[in-house]
Each structure stands twice: as C-alpha cells, then as structure tokens.
C-alpha cells in the first residue's frame, strides 16, 4: 500500500520559513518523480516543485529562488524548504509520486501566511 504524508504546515508571518516533509511508506523515494503541489482556495491546484530520480529539480517561476525540495532516501521523506514566505504562498500544499504511470497523492498540509 503505498502512502504519503505531509506535516509541517502552520502560520506563520509574511518573510517568515517553514519545511515540509513528506513521508513516503511502500516504495522508494530515490528512484521516483516526486512533486510538491498547492491548492489556493478557490484556485486550480498548480505546480510548486519537482525532483527526479537522479536528484535534479525544477520550480514554478512563483517559488524559484525561496523553495527548495530535497529527499531522504534513507529517512524515506520528501522535503520543501520555503523561505521568504509571501500571503500568496497560502494554499494547501500536496506530496505527490509518480510511479510506473500512476500517481499518488498526500492528504495535504496547511499553510496559512500572514501579513
């Protein structure tokens, strides 16, 4: 059964950090896509960041150069740094994995940013 986890969502002040982590049970990390998505209310859930199993990463032109993702094979946990939070950076945020054609998705975690 394989299954994601996020945590790490709070409030927190506009220029303020937080990480998330995803924990990953029923494969392994570091040879899959994973991706970090978010869902603003009332909005379509839209790309944050990217990594592949060769470790390279890619992000959205609204979080480049304050995300950062990263893993932990060992720890099976998908990692994203934010800095420099902004109010529009609130949404929930999502884990996903691609795996042999199919997705799978985390519950989700808050992150509420405020001003």
């Known amino acids: 059964q394989v299954q994601l986890v996020e945590s790490g969502g ?23 896509h994973m991706y970090w998505y978010r869902q ?8 944050a ?3 592949d199993g ?7 032109d609204s979080v480049k150069g ?9 720890k099976a946990t998908l990692y994203l740094q934010m800095n420099s ?3 529009e950076d609130t949404a929930v945020y999502y884990c996903a994995a691609l ?3 199919q997705s799978y ?7 509420t940013v405020s001003s």
């Open 10 to 32: 709070s409030s927190v002040q506009a220029g303020g950090s937080l990480r998330l982590s995803c924990a990953v049970s029923g494969f392994t990390v570091s040879s899959k």
């Open 40 to 47: 603003a209310p009332g909005k379509e859930r839209e790309f």
């Open 49 to 51: 960041s990217g990594i």
């Open 54 to 60: 060769n470790g390279a990463t890619r992000y959205a």
């Open 66 to 74: 304050r995300f950062t993702i990263s893993r932990d094979s060992a």
């Open 85 to 87: 939070l902004k109010t």
């Open 99 to 101: 795996c042999s054609g």
């Open 105 to 111: 998705w985390g519950q989700g975690t808050q992150v």
